[in-house]
């Protein structure tokens, strides 16, 4: 069996792969896991690279809703997990997702709730889910009647490599009360310049969450990623036969 991500750097995935290993073992496979770092190419060479080693079926991330995965696939089973493969092949292969706009929406929402009035993005370089949890963020916005000042919301590159200086330019530069990070690995990287800034009064939310927020002298907001093994469940479920079941959860 083999298993495509985007980005092994970040903790949902982290903890997708180690679970993935155990639900695989239970059921007498291994997994070959490969890392395509959003980059579609590096995604096709991996596939064709996993078929020459004549493995069982695959779970992908999926880097491009652009990529024909019919015809890269072929026959091989294949079950995609956190965004749609694209056209015709989000009906023929099952996908397990995230409601990413719904989870963006009521973070967002809490924010306003607790007093923000000026609420910046720095919006993930995920072509899928970050353009999802925009929307969200969009929607809060209109349902409180903010307006939406696309001055303050940014676009992180795949790496992350600007969130600090993101931050530092909403916060201090576009008078921001509120900042939605929208993964992990943002709000790790604003965390950092808003400690360096000691902008205590800043409102802060993001999507996903980790044990360690819990221990912030900052509040962070979180939309939480469904439990991990009940993604995998699923995806192992998909991939052993059970075609045709699509699953959603916020």
Known sequence: MASSFRALRTLFFTAIIGAIQEAAAD???????????????????????????????????????????????????AVFIDREPGGQADHDYDTLLVDNTAGAQAVVETLIAQGATRIGMIASGV??????????YLRALQAH?????????????????????????????QACDGLFAADVTLIQAALAEIEARHLTHIKLGAFDNVVWFDYLSQPVTTAEQPPTKWVIKRSIYSLTGLRGVRASQP
């Open 27 to 77: 059921q007498g496979y291994s997994v070959i896991i490969t890392n395509t770092d959003e980059n579609p190419d590096h995604e096709k060479a991996a596939i064709q690279m996993l078929q020459g080693h004549m493995v069982a079926g695959f779970i992908i991330a999926s880097t491009s809703r652009l990529t024909d995965y019919h015809a890269l696939l072929g026959p091989d089973p």
């Open 145 to 173: 009647g903010m307006p939406y000042d696309p001055d303050i919301v940014y676009f992180s590159d795949v790496q992350q490599t600007k969130a600090r200086q993101h931050t530092s330019q909403l916060l201090i530069n």
């Open 127 to 136: 072509s899928t889910a970050g353009q999802e949890r925009l929307r969200g």
